[in-house]
């Protein structure tokens, strides 16, 4: 596959940011946040396109509700200060790229391939957490199939947005572009609530001074593994049928994240040549908007979420499914109005370093070696029903952080499925996507 770019521009706000906006604080848990890009791309055919557009009328209505969509979105025309701990809203705008794709559409959706889905987003969403560099807020790259299709790929700032921020944030631009001016567009739009600062007061912290991250010299693999809705079905009556109490009736996202991680659990098993069940720790990104008492709204923005952390460090010669989703909900049911109350306090940043304190003291005790998985998921986000009036995504991709152990679950395009997104050393995969456990229960690997 061969991308060419063609056009490179700034999208500024169709209006100038008011003076008094122009320093945006970001808050305590955009501080904590990791200073890479959280990516979205949305794949369009071009047999539902609702008219038939030539690329670059579609790319000028896109550039025009973006730029209509920044005046709210202000701090997504700005730029990161050094510090990362704030956002000079300078109107400098988005950078907009437009590209010609030398491959069908379908090539893509049939199987997307994490190294041919970066050349389709503005720059590789992660590369800033390796060398610095300090980059726009935001970046959109519009791409253009040989079959007509379109493919935009989104990348915002981890410093200021999470997965309900990007649905968020995308679905407004769709309404923009899709707006006629009457008083129905004029209700659908939801401007964005930009105070968490006041909600989370920032503590000046560079969250990078206190991680002491390692970046190992190993190769990882991405493969896609997704669970249609029979097969989710299966594996959820598999829990319960097989569980160590009665029926817990676990969601599609406790279900995958527990077999993921048994699956990892027996991969580490085999390579250890062991009898029982190496300790592991499973983690899960949980948003916090909906667990705060009155709850804010899906349009608040920032990174409003906090990591649940599931320890399994049993010495057992099996572990059932059942159990660990128990741990899992345990875990996440702990992130509560009391927690987020305590985040809001005089020791708020303690309390959001709290977890990878939490991570060091579980895997002093599970002994040398403990496997840290780290799972996240855009489940349940409305990436399906963004239409620019290119109609619905037939496709919604994004890509894991290149680290091992990581798993992104994302809804399959009618919402009753999951796709798993795992990354994993090259030597546990070949074991991983091997596992008759594993693929007894799902409708396709890619």
């Not at 989104?154 to 995308?170: E, N, P």
């Not at 798993?407 to 546990?428: Q, Y």
Request: aromatic content about 8%; overall charge negative; charged content about 25%.
């Amino acid at each position: 596959m061969k991308v060419e770019i063609i056009s490179r521009e700034m999208i500024k706000p169709s209006s100038p940011t008011p003076i008094h906006l122009k320093d945006f604080k970001i808050c305590l848990l955009d501080e904590l946040a990791p200073p890479s890009y959280a990516p979205i791309l949305l794949l369009y055919s071009s047999t539902d396109f609702v008219n038939e557009n030539c690329f670059s009328a579609v790319a000028d209505k896109l550039k025009k509700s973006l730029s209509q969509t920044l005046v709210h979105f202000y701090p997504f025309s700005g730029k990161l200060k050094e510090n990362l701990n704030s956002i000079d809203c300078n109107d400098e705008g988005a950078l907009f790229l437009e590209a010609k794709v030398n491959v069908a559409l379908s090539k893509i959706v049939k199987n997307p391939e994490t190294n041919m889905l970066c050349q389709l987003f503005p720059f590789d969403p992660y590369d800033a957490a390796v060398d610095g560099e300090i980059r726009v807020t935001t970046g959109v790259q519009v791409n253009v199939f040989e079959c007509g299709g379109v493919g935009i790929g989104v990348c915002v700032s981890h410093k200021i947005a999470d997965g309900a921020t990007m649905a968020s944030f995308i679905s407004s631009w769709a309404s923009s572009a899709t707006a006629t001016g009457s008083d129905d567009d004029h209700q659908a739009f939801s401007s964005p609530r930009l105070d968490s600062a006041m909600i989370f007061p920032p503590k000046g912290m560079d969250m990078m001074k206190h991680c002491n991250m390692v970046i190992r010299n190993e190769k990882i693999m991405t493969k896609r593994f997704e669970f249609d809705w029979k097969k989710l079905a299966n594996l959820k009556a598999n829990i319960d049928a097989n569980g160590v109490s009665e029926k817990i009736n676990p969601t599609r996202v406790e279900a995958v994240t527990a077999l993921i991680w048994r699956s990892a659990m027996e991969v580490k098993r085999s390579i250890s040549e062991q009898d029982t069940i190496p300790c592991s720790i499973a983690t899960h990104l949980v948003n916090i908007r909906e667990r705060m008492r009155p709850p804010l709204p899906g349009h608040s923005i920032g990174n409003l979420w906090r990591l649940a952390v599931a320890p399994y460090l049993e010495f057992k010669k099996d572990v059932k499914l059942q159990e660990l989703v128990g741990l899992i909900r345990e875990s996440i049911r702990r992130i509560d109005n009391d927690y987020v109350t305590e985040l809001q306090g005089e020791d708020g940043f303690e309390k959001g370093i709290e977890p990878l304190r939490e991570l060091r003291e579980l895997a002093l005790l599970g002994g040398e070696g403990v496997e840290v998985y780290t799972f996240s998921s855009l489940a349940r986000f409305p990436f399906y029903e963004i239409d620019f009036g290119l109609g619905k995504p037939v496709k919604v991709c994004t890509i894991t952080m290149p680290i091992r152990n990581c798993v992104t679950l994302i809804d399959t395009r009618f919402g009753d499925g999951i796709e798993a997104w795992v990354t994993l050393t090259e030597n546990d995969m070949a074991k991983f996507e091997c596992s008759q456990e594993l693929l007894q229960f799902v409708s396709a690997a890619t």
